[in-house]
């Protein structure tokens, strides 16, 4: 038996629904207007956009890697 998170994570592995490509913002912010591309065209657009930050003012740069602790409170 799993609790309502458990199921509902799972439910995210399986859906059909579920993202299998990044996507690329064609519209302006909120219009929900995306397409697909591929992993390589992410990771250069990624990179680039981190990079540029990286030269100008690294300081604006961070990272954060793992989970918060939010779920114990619920």
Known sequence: V????GSAGIMQHYSPARL????LRTGPR???????IEWEEALSIATERLSKIRRTD???L???TGRDQSQSLT
């Open 20 to 23: 299998k490509k990044p996507l």
């Open 30 to 36: 909120g219009s929900g207007e995306f397409r697909e």
């Open 2 to 5: 799993l609790c309502g998170k």
């Open 58 to 60: 690294p300081k604006k």
């Open 62 to 64: 961070a990272f954060f």
